[in-house]
């Protein structure tokens, strides 16, 4: 239980003031405990850190595994379709989250980078394998353009990094309406003609 309140106490000051405007006596007063109590769930900041960070890795990779089962027989246009949807409801439902990635990503520890990327990379890979499932699935019934599957991959992901940024600079009502025509645009360079 203690362990659960430092992780919140730790995302919610973490997202706010970054790793580094962030200290362990914070965390601990936040929680209402005495920072050595820490140490008995956690070995360090860095730790608490890094296991924030993948808790909302793989946190939204268990979702969209979740989803895929859900849709696992609709076409390609509709299952990434709806892996964008749950994406940015994603960004919306878990502000603090988003928050602390997006702080992890433009502004990692450097005493972290290395672990923050293995893990990010981690993640990645799960993803990237539900996506080349679907895209390949989506080559072989004719439905999306032949071509390397990893470079849709990639193509993917940028729509969803951007999204992601775009999100941060004009808020949840000016995006809601721009994903339909985003995704329509988007679809229009993946599908078969």
Avoid at 25 to 45: L, R
Avoid at 108 to 115: D, G, V
Avoid at 141 to 167: A, Q, T, W
Wanted: proline residues 2%; negative net charge; contains cysteine.
């Amino acid at each position: 239980m203690t362990r659960d309140k430092i992780i919140a106490a730790a995302l919610s000051l973490f997202s706010k003031n970054g790793y580094e405007g962030t200290s362990l006596t914070e965390i601990a007063k936040a929680v209402g405990i005495k920072k050595p109590s820490i140490y008995n769930h956690f070995k360090s900041k860095d730790e608490i850190f890094l296991t924030i960070y993948e808790n909302i890795l793989w946190l939204h990779v268990q979702q969209v595994e979740k989803l895929i089962e859900d849709i696992k027989g609709l076409n390609a246009k509709v299952q990434l379709s709806q892996i964008l949807d749950l994406t940015f409801q994603y960004y919306i439902d878990f502000e603090e989250q988003s928050s602390f990635l997006k702080r992890s990503v433009f502004f990692s520890p450097e005493n972290l980078k290395e672990q923050l990327h293995e893990q990010f990379m981690a993640a990645e890979d799960a993803m990237s394998a539900i996506l080349r499932t679907i895209i390949n699935k989506g080559m072989e019934n004719g439905e999306i353009r032949k071509g390397n599957i990893d470079d849709f991959i990639v193509s993917y992901y940028c729509l969803l990094d951007g999204i992601f940024i775009e999100l941060s600079y004009y808020g949840v009502e000016k995006m809601k309406p721009r994903i339909v025509n985003i995704w329509n645009n988007f679809w229009f360079g993946f599908k078969n003609d």
